[in-house]
């Protein structure tokens, strides 16, 4: 479910040990630590019946660790399933969701083409970074979470993969839907202005109590 359900194909290098958690079973088997809640949508699609509208969150596992990436975060996971389901809906419920979470009407986003092997097409949408507010610099300097760019990645989305959807025995003529990933961390550090990622795992309780 976490990768081969997904449209991952095995030589794909989100498979390898470096990206990926794999640790053995009783009898030394590899075990997978999900590194993503996507597998959640083959799951739901399989058990449930049409059409299909769930948010799921949960906890995520990647081999990566720096100001905004940590080897634990926690992950939510939208999917629609529907007959006429397009990319307009899609970005419709994403402006809605960011404009009501951070309580911006005017809230800058954008949209990103980009590449995920179980959507097609893909894209990732970003804000106006918070914490140098679009501009590149804080005090002078090049804004570290951002990189000077004004903007950050909020989250990943796309139409589900027509592979992905005849997998679980749908017929993608007749049925389409999209999804999206949210990293719940991501989120709180966009909205409280929180600029390390990592003071969320370091259980100092100084920074905990504040929220």
């Known amino acids: 479910h976490n990768f081969t359900a997904l449209n991952i194909p095995p030589e794909h290098p989100a498979r390898q040990m470096h990206d990926t958690f794999y640790l053995p079973d009783h009898k030394g088997t590899p075990m997978v630590l999900r590194t993503h809640t996507s597998p959640v949508q083959v799951r739901t699609m399989v058990q449930q019946k049409l059409p299909i509208r769930i948010v799921a969150p949960g906890r995520t596992y990647r081999s990566d660790y720096d100001m905004t990436h940590t080897p634990l975060f926690h992950q939510i996971e939208g999917l629609v399933i529907d007959e006429a389901t397009h990319m307009g809906h899609l970005k419709g419920c994403l402006v809605e969701f960011c404009r009501a979470y951070f309580d911006i009407d005017d809230l800058p986003l954008r949209f990103r083409p980009s590449f995920f092997p179980f959507t097609e097409p893909s894209a990732e949408m970003d804000i106006t970074c918070p914490f140098c507010e679009g501009k590149g610099t804080v005090n002078g300097a090049r804004c570290r979470v ?66």
């Open 146 to 211: 951002c990189s000077g760019s004004g903007w950050k990645e909020l989250l990943g989305c796309g139409m589900v993969d027509e592979n992905v959807l005849k997998a679980v025995g749908y017929d993608p003529e007749h049925y389409t839907g999209f999804a999206f990933g949210i990293g719940i961390e991501r989120l709180t550090m966009f909205k409280y202005g929180v600029n390390e990622i990592r003071h969320f795992f370091e259980g100092d309780v100084r920074f905990i109590s504040q929220f």
